[in-house]
């Protein structure tokens, strides 16, 4: 089994920062892509970054010049830099991994960290 465990979220005024952790733990050969999505009050959930194994990168459109994502590989983490936090930002952001668990077993399974709140308010 795998386990994501996130951290680093909390409420930040607007214009803020906040730096989330996620830690892939468990039976792991390699992990192909890890990622953040989140979920706003009354929206669906949407991809925020996603960084492969080989270091690209994809983002929202809505946080593009704002956020970072990053991952060290030798740890099996991800990290999300939010920068000019806004208020629309505030959603539970969900770490995703999707993790390559035998050596022998080139297809990937997909696991969901259990969410970090990220209220950004005045």
């Known amino acids: 089994q795998v386990q994501l465990v996130e951290s680093g979220g909390g409420l930040v005024q607007p214009g803020g920062s906040l730096r989330l952790s996620c830690a892939a733990s468990?039976?792991?050969?390699?992990?192909?892509?890890m990622g953040w999505y989140r979920q706003g009050p009354g929206k669906q959930r949407e991809l925020v970054a996603i960084?492969?194994?080989?270091?690209?990168?994809n983002y929202a459109d809505s946080v593009k010049g704002r956020f970072t994502i990053s991952r060290d590989n030798a740890k099996n983490t991800v990290y999300l830099q939010m920068n000019s936090l806004k208020p629309e930002d505030t959603a539970v952001y969900y770490c995703?991994?999707?993790?390559?668990?035998?050596?022998?077993?080139?297809?990937?399974?997909?696991?969901w960290g259990q969410g970090t709140q990220v209220t950004v308010s005045s």
């Open positions: 468990g039976t792991i050969f390699s992990i192909n892509a």
């Open positions: 995703n991994a999707n993790v390559r668990r035998r050596s022998w077993v080139e297809f990937g399974t997909e696991y």
């Open positions: 960084v492969k194994s080989g270091g690209n990168t």
